[in-house]
T-cell receptor, first 113, second 113 residues
Framework: QQQVKQSPQSLIVQKGGISIINCAYE??????FPWYQQFPGKGPALLIA?????SEKKEGRFTISFNKSAKQFSLHIMDSQPGDSATYFC????????????FGQGTELSVKP | EADIYQTPRYLVIGTGKKITLECSQT?????MYWYQQDPGMELHLIHY???????EKGDLSSESTVSRIRTEHFPLTLESARPSHTSQYLC????????????FGSGTRLTVV
């Protein structure tokens, strides 16, 4: 019930293309869904997050789509750039559980020039 | 620019040695976490703390121990290192009510030979 499943494991996209990473969760008590971006040699950094009361959130080129009934959410990176090449993690948590996050397995994105 | 510091960044140590991985944050965050990151990228929660003198084990069983004597300091100790402990260890912090805005350190990459 605590798992968050992320796909694909790796993704190669041409510059200017759309990168799409998907996550699915099981625990319906989760009420917060952040995405983190990690560059080599660095810790993950919060990229964008969504609560289940909205179906989409957009910040610049990054959009989260959320489907509560399917228990799925996805990250879309529009106009992907080589500088977006990094590992992306989805996560899920429940406020009543004190802020602990369960992370997905990670997606290694490579944007080719 | 980092407000959460981990030392050392890299550590190679022999089997059976006792080691302490340091984590300090200057943001006054009450919640702190230790995650273990596999070579395949996945993050697993091994310890967390909601404040001074409060520590709990995470979802992944770990032979390490932690302490939280000061708000800003959350060290992780391995009494007797083994090759199976080889991994990257990431420390993170967040503030109560922050909607999970974790700040991660850059990690300690531990190799036990």
């Amino acid at each position: 019930q605590q798992q968050v499943k992320q796909s694909p494991q790796s993704l190669i996209v041409q510059k200017g293309g759309i990168s799409i990473i998907n996550c699915a969760y099981e625990n319906t008590a989760f009420d917060y869904f952040p995405w983190y971006q990690q560059f080599p040699g660095k810790g993950p950094a919060l990229l964008i997050a969504i609560r289940p009361d909205v179906s989409e959130k957009k910040e610049g080129r990054f959009t989260i789509s959320f489907n509560k009934s399917a228990k799925q959410f996805s990250l879309h990176i529009m106009d992907s750039q080589p500088g977006d090449s990094a590992t992306y993690f989805c996560a899920a948590g429940n406020y009543n559980q004190g802020g602990k996050l369960i992370f997905g397995q990670g997606t290694e994105l490579s944007v080719k020039p | 620019e980092a407000d959460i510091y981990q030392t050392p960044r890299y550590l190679v140590i022999g089997t059976g040695k006792k080691i302490t991985l340091e984590c300090s944050q200057t943001m006054g965050h009450d919640k702190m976490y230790w995650y273990q990151q596999d070579p395949g990228m996945e993050l697993h929660l091994i310890h967390y703390s909601y404040g001074v003198n409060s520590t709990e084990k995470g979802d992944l069983s770990s032979e390490s121990t932690v302490s939280r004597i000061r708000t800003e300091h959350f060290p992780l100790t391995l009494e007797s290192a083994r090759p199976s402990h080889t991994s990257q260890y990431l420390c993170a912090s967040s503030v109560r009510g922050s909607n999970y805005g974790y700040t991660f350190g850059s990690g300690t990459r531990l190799t036990v030979v």
